[in-house]
């Protein structure tokens, strides 16, 4: 008897569970559709008064041409049928019919219209009529280059990827999309060439968007940010281009680019140090101009990040260091300042990072002004006035114009930033200070890695093969292989034929 009981009461018990649960589902359906009219956007209509379908959707982001063409007809002509027959009398191919809340609450608000038939909320169709606005493709802005491809990406995410595939029309080329961020819903494509890309760094990539918590994606930046290897460190760890030209380059090299929907930049990866003072437009070029400029790029770094510090380490400390014949000029010129070499120092490179981000938040004709005369009428102000030295005035504005001289944005502002401990080691200890400021920096970027890989590479650790394209541009006859960073398990990109490097006439 107690069999019985028991099992009548289990009967009873899942009775009760599967009518809560449906409900449950018709009460969250009822739920949704009531949070989304609080919405001044939202519409939500019965067609006619004979009709059983409702329609709901968000007008700001439904095309509405689509509606009245491609829905609203069809649903007068098939008033007395079903959801089924409505689907397959309308003449769009991306609809289907749901029966999960969440999934129709993810179509509403990405651009869907709903249907339901009155009566019944178990099931909904949804039809897919997104109001595409978009803005054209239109010329690079930070990475411009004379020569080569004039395109940019924008904020569309499928014109971005059209933008790469029309450079890579091949099947290989695998997009996997992700959408992160629990408000902003984000939607984020992970890019690679199937059999030439590592698995290992696909699979990195996708956990560490994966396990991204934050509830806001805007933009590629904040990715950037948020699974980079070390995020104590000032130097990035993947590259921000908006040209897709470079990320066609990069992708065939073995490397991974993530494109998120909202933003004008793609990120590249895994990448090195190297590769942020290589230009894309150096491809465009002979390979002896595109090597010397590199080089210069290289050296307008080094000069940028030490030139103001030695200044004031030399003149603090080490005077006696001092050629003859610039002794005098550097005296004549200091002569009269009531400042140290370290406040004169810091007093002129705040000026310029001022006029550089007055420069920056003003519109492009007003801020380009601002620079100009700025710059010309505080220098030489401030050198009348006996508050700086025209000697340190020049040298500061050099090492301002070379720190621009850098391709990647975000590496320029890198550059500009580090130049202050250095100037602060040089006023503690003099040379001593700045090596010990360089070695602390170097031992930092030897720990570094991008995605896992050595970010020094090919210089530490040493790859002989991949020096071909990093602080040179060799021909591209000699770039048969991929970097070996990327561990690719195709290296061999090409094989060379004999008389590539002399060329045949027809004759011949």
């Not at 010309?376 to 009348?384: D, E, K, R, S």
């Not at 001593?432 to 890695?449: N, R």
């Given at each position: 008897m107690g069999f019985f009981k028991s099992k009548l009461k289990r009967f009873n018990r899942d009775n009760k569970q599967k009518k809560n649960g449906n409900t449950e589902h018709e009460l969250r359906i009822d739920e949704l559709l009531h949070r989304c009219k609080e919405s001044a956007d939202f519409v939500s209509y019965r067609y006619s008064e004979s009709s059983p379908f409702y329609i709901h959707y968000y007008q700001t982001i439904v095309d509405i041409n689509i509606l009245h063409q491609y829905v609203?007809?069809?649903?007068?002509?098939?008033?007395?049928?079903?959801?089924?027959?409505?689907?397959?009398?309308?003449p769009i191919d991306n609809t289907e019919i749901i029966d999960n809340v969440h999934e129709i609450r993810d179509k509403l608000l990405t651009g869907c219209v709903v249907i339901e038939v009155k009566g019944s909320l178990q099931e909904a169709l949804v039809i897919s009529a997104v109001s595409l606005e978009k803005r054209p493709v239109s010329m690079p802005e930070v990475e411009y280059s004379v020569v080569g491809p004039k395109e940019a990406f924008v904020e569309s995410i499928d014109a971005n990827i059209n933008l790469v595939r029309k450079r890579l029309p091949i099947p290989d080329l695998i997009v996997e999309e992700v959408k992160i961020g629990?408000?902003?819903?984000?939607?984020?494509?992970?890019?690679?060439?199937?059999?030439?890309?590592d698995k290992e760094n696909v699979n990195t990539i996708l956990q560490r968007l994966n396990e991204i918590q934050f509830d806001q994606i805007v933009d590629s930046s904040f990715i950037n940010q948020i699974i980079s290897d070390n995020h104590n460190s000032p130097f990035p760890h993947l590259i921000d281009t908006e040209r897709p030209d470079r990320v066609a380059s990069v992708l065939s090299e073995g490397k991974i680019t993530i494109i998120v929907d909202g933003s004008p930049h793609a990120l590249t990866g895994p990448t090195t140090l190297v590769e942020f003072f290589s230009a894309f437009e150096d491809y465009f070029l002979s390979w002896h101009i595109a090597s010397i400029f590199r080089l210069v790029r290289l050296f307008a770094v080094f000069f940028s990040v030490l030139s103001t510090s030695l200044y004031v380490a030399v003149l603090t400390y080490h005077y006696e260091m001092i050629p003859e014949n610039l002794l005098n000029p550097l005296i004549a010129s200091r002569s009269g300042i009531p400042f140290p070499p370290i406040l004169e120092a810091i007093i002129l490179e705040l000026t310029i990072e001022l006029l550089r981000e007055a420069g920056a938040r003003l519109p492009t004709k007003i801020g380009?002004?601002?620079?100009?005369?700025?710059?010309?009428?505080?220098?030489?102000?401030?050198?009348?006035a006996g508050l700086t030295s025209n000697v340190l005035l020049i040298i500061v504005a050099l090492a301002a114009l070379a720190s621009f001289t850098t391709p990647v944005y975000q590496m320029g502002n890198t550059i500009r930033l580090i130049r202050f401990p250095f100037l602060i080691t040089a006023q503690l200890w003099g040379l001593?200070?700045?090596?010990?400021?360089?070695?602390?920096?170097?031992?930092?970027?030897?720990?570094?890695?991008s995605l896992g890989r050595p970010y020094l590479a090919p210089v530490y650790p040493l790859r002989l093969d991949d020096l071909r394209d990093s602080l040179f541009r060799l021909p591209f006859f000699m770039q048969t292989k991929r970097p070996l960073q990327v561990r690719s398990p195709v290296r061999t990109r090409f094989r060379p034929k004999k008389h590539e490097k002399s060329k045949r006439d027809i004759e011949d």
């Open positions: 609203l007809p069809y649903i007068k002509e098939n008033e007395s049928k079903s959801l089924f027959d409505l689907q397959q009398a309308i629990s408000l902003t819903k984000t939607r984020v494509a992970v890019l690679y060439i199937e059999g030439i890309t380009q002004t601002i620079g100009i005369v700025g710059g010309i009428v505080i220098g030489t102000a401030a050198v009348q001593l200070g700045v090596t010990f400021c360089f070695s602390y920096i170097l031992s930092h970027l030897l720990k570094m890695t």
